[in-house]
């Protein structure tokens, strides 16, 4: 499941395998990442919020993208991934993050909606391939309480989708 790090993460890939990166560079590279209902205006916004940010924090002396690509080309990549760790839940908090962190919650909850199908047909499987026997009814018992767990995590997601999008199933 993808998340903002993974995202910024990507933008530093390229930045890195392209010093001369454009931000719509950058920001195209964070979609490849964030690719549910995040617009590349959206991503835009976000590079150009962490720019402000790191020049706030004085990791920066100029809040533009160009001073943020340099400034990831000049420490490369696991020193600008540290410091994003360090500030992520301020990232986060930026009211442009707001789009990406909602992204990164989209992918997360189709991939819990999704992986719950295929457990679900994979408890089918094992329930009729369990043994009669007070043992095998004990197992089978035990494989539909879990399908029902699954069955209310689905929903759950479904109905975290529908908040988030108003469709479940998008």
Partial sequence: MPTTRDAFEAGIDAVIADNTLSRGGFADAIRTVLTADFSNAEATAWVDAIAVEYNRLTIINNPTYNNLRGHIIAVTKDPALALWDAIQGTINGLAESAPA??????????????????????????????????????????LRIGKQNLRDLKQNARDA?????????G
């Avoid at 962190?101 to 094992?126: F, G, H, I, P």
């Avoid at 989708?161 to 199933?169: C, E, F, S, V």
């Fill in 161 to 169: 989708i529908q908040a988030l999008t108003g469709d479940p199933d």
């Fill in 101 to 142: 962190v909602r992204s990164a919650q989209l992918l997360e909850l189709r991939e819990l909606r999704d992986n719950a199908d295929a457990a679900l047909t994979r408890m089918d499987v094992l329930i009729a391939a369990e043994p009669a026997g007070s043992v095998g009814r004990l197992v089978k018992d035990q």
